[in-house]
Structure formats: C-alpha cells, structure tokens
C-alpha cells in the first residue's frame, strides 16, 4: 500500500532525516516511536505532501506522491502535533468546514460528519465552542476532522500527547476501531 524509498529531510546543515525505506500493508498500525527532535514529525509532514522531501519517494499503491500530490492527498487523513483548530467555532461548523475542504459536498457530506462525530463519541459536543473542550476532546476532533471522507491511509503525529491515562487509552481503543478501514501511522516519543 505505502512504499517508502530513501526518504530525507535536511535544514541547512543539519539533517532531520536520514535516508529511509519502508513499505506499509494496508490495514496495519505502524508506530514510529522515538525521542522529541527524532524527525517523526517531519517525516510524516513528508509522508501527507506537506512538506517535500530533498531525497526519495513516497508511493500510495503505486503512484508517486510527487507527481500527483492531490489525487493522494484525497486518500489520507492527517493529524498534525499541533492541530490548528479555530477555537471560536463550534466542532460541527468546524468540521463542516474541515469536510469543504476535502471536497465534500450535500446529503454525503452530511452523512460522514455524523459518522466522525459517532467514531470518535464526540456527538454529544458538536455544538460547543471548540475553546470550551478539554485536550483531549479536542484531540478527538482532530482525529475526526482527519476521519472524514474514509481515508485509506492515517497519519497521526502524537495523538496522545497531553492526555491523562483515561484519555490515553480511549484514544488508542479509537485507533485500533479506525484500522478496520484505515491504514495508520502514529508517532510518540512514550513507550
């Protein structure tokens, strides 16, 4: 499903990622576990087209990334460290929103924001302002802004950074649930 090939990232002198290969199976979770400043998050940046690589390829069954960044970019779900939400919308609006901007449209568009909304059990606040939610809510929002439209492929970074224990395992119970129809990537830096 993902092949990855002698990927790498560098700043100036300092290399944020070494040349690195691997090929993911659809369904799998894979983690990528590793200190703070290991490259995880930039290598994910790589792995959604966020950010380009200085050296390799990212496939998604066979098609390179680079020559058709859009058409894959429809097929993934993203989940940044650091989730730029609006804090003043309400969580329907914004995955509302969220759902336009990954070309969802009508009664289907409908439809999938109840289902994330279901998926991640945060029905019962879509309509709170997303600045009255605790952390973790918040982080099952983006989970669930990163759920919409069925993406084949999951990208995760550090999705349960700032949750207590309970949070912690109710995420990842939903990221077990979410592999059923999704292959994931997840980063940490906590065995």
Do not use: C, W
Not at 2 to 7: M, N, Q, T
Not at 70 to 83: F, H
Not at 121 to 142: C, M, P
């Amino acid at each position: 499903m993902l092949e990855v090939h002698s990927l790498s990232r560098r700043y100036d002198d300092y290399v944020a990622v070494k040349p690195l290969s691997f090929t993911v199976q659809a369904g799998e979770i894979v983690g990528l576990l590793g200190h703070n400043g290991a490259g995880k998050t930039t290598l994910m940046k790589m792995l959604s087209g966020y950010l380009e690589p200085h050296s390799g390829s990212v496939r998604l069954d066979h098609t390179e990334l680079a020559t058709a960044p859009k058409q894959l970019q429809r097929q993934l779900g993203y989940l940044p460290e650091n989730l730029p939400v609006y804090q003043d919308m309400l969580v329907a609006d914004y995955l509302d929103y969220a759902a336009n901007l990954k070309g969802l449209q009508g009664p289907a568009k409908d439809q999938e924001i109840r289902r994330v909304l279901q998926a991640t059990d945060i029905a019962a606040k879509a309509l709170q302002k997303i600045a009255t939610l605790s952390r973790g809510y918040k982080q099952r929002v983006g989970v669930a802004q990163a759920l919409l439209g069925r993406p084949r492929l999951l990208i995760l970074d550090e999705p349960t950074n700032g949750l207590d224990p309970s949070q912690t395992l109710q995420m990842r119970q939903l990221i077990k649930e979410i592999a059923r129809d999704a292959t994931v990537i997840l980063s940490t830096h906590i065995m």
